[in-house]
């Protein structure tokens, strides 16, 4: 279902698990860690990859519970929820620039760096 390179890197996620849902691949990891300035320390990270992993780049990701600022204020294009795997999701809506995806060098683990630096992007103490 995954590269072997991204199961392996997902090993350091205790709990993760794949599963298919509507056509997808999903990749659920629990409790996964956020940065200070947001309002949970942890959140249930959901990534779907299309048909054609990893020639085809992964769009967006889910948090379940949902994760906000600790100012209140609203973070851009998360308001959608989504209903995945039998919970609902809030949708974090970011995409690649054409061609910023690598088929071959990309995996998980770059993708989920793009994660953290959008989570980084978004707390308090780092918006602009």
Request: with cysteine.
């Amino acid at each position: 279902m995954l590269p072997a390179l991204d199961a392996t890197y997902l090993t350091r996620f205790p709990g993760h698990a794949v599963s298919a849902d509507g056509g997808m691949t999903c990749i659920l990891i629990p409790n996964f860690p956020l940065p200070p300035g947001l309002d949970h320390p942890t959140s249930d990270l959901l990534l779907r990859l299309a048909p054609g992993y990893p020639d085809v780049p992964p769009d967006m990701w889910w948090f379940h519970p949902a994760v906000g600022r600790k100012d209140g204020v609203e973070i851009p294009a998360t308001q959608v929820r989504e209903n995945y795997i039998g919970r609902q999701w809030q949708r974090w809506s970011r995409h690649f620039a054409q061609g910023q995806w690598k088929s071959g060098l990309d995996s998980v683990e770059s993708y989920l760096a793009l994660v953290r630096k959008e989570l980084l992007k978004a707390t308090a103490e780092h918006a602009a």
